[in-house]
């Protein structure tokens, strides 16, 4: 089961409404919806939360080193509560995967993502589940570093707040392990359209038919057998 969950951010006001701090948006979700309140510990370079789930101590934990030094904060808590690295969730932003898309994933690499390349150095494996909040990609890869350091249009931040939503909804699947349903979940952005009923077909009546004697029109009268 999942006994950590971290949220990725940068601190600060400056950077609390941009896209690089998806990670943070569900990581609070969480909170409230655990009634567990976040507060600095500088034990762990973070904010840190915990509260129990079914009996089982389960830790929050938003970095507050900077993005680029995540994986002290995780790292430093993993290793004195001693949490596998299966047992952590990682929640941040993601440039491949459109606005209001999110995916379930174990281990891989972090392509590119200077949170997940410094908490897979410093846990010393790769083998971590990762929430995967997308974000959209600006298009030009010179321009990456100010789309994440920037606020999201409002229409992607709606779609990215649904995201987060189905994500949190699937957090008692993600606490108890059972990560086959909370990928259903996670990955559903859309319900399934229902398929428009196809009309009934016209019956094909056959020129040279008669109709019946109750359907048949009368025969209009011939103009020199009409009386004055």
Known sequence: ???????????????????????LWWLEAVARTLNA?????KGYHGLVARTTVNGQNVWLLAPQTYMNLSGKSV???ARFFKVLPQEIL?????????PGD???????????????RDIHAQLGSADYWRLKLGIGHPGDKAEVANWVLKKPSLDHRIAIDQSID????????????????AML?????????????????????HPNVNTTPETQAPEAPKPDSIKP
């Open 166 to 181: 189905r994500a949190v909804k699937a957090l008692p699947h993600l606490l108890a392990g059972d990560m086959d349903k």
């Open 102 to 116: 999110a995916k379930l994933k174990l281990g891989g690499s972090h392509a590119g993502h200077n949170g997940l």
């Open 1 to 23: 089961m999942i006994k950590l969950l971290v949220g990725l951010c940068n601190p600060g006001p400056d950077y609390e409404d941009t896209r690089h701090n998806a990670g």
């Open 37 to 41: 309140r976040l507060v600095m510990d």
């Open 185 to 205: 979940l996670i990955h559903t952005s859309k319900p399934a359209r229902p398929k428009t009923p196809r009309p009934a077909p016209i019956p094909n009546i």
């Open 75 to 77: 790292a430093a808590l």
């Open 90 to 98: 990682v929640a941040h932003d993601e440039l491949d995967i459109a």
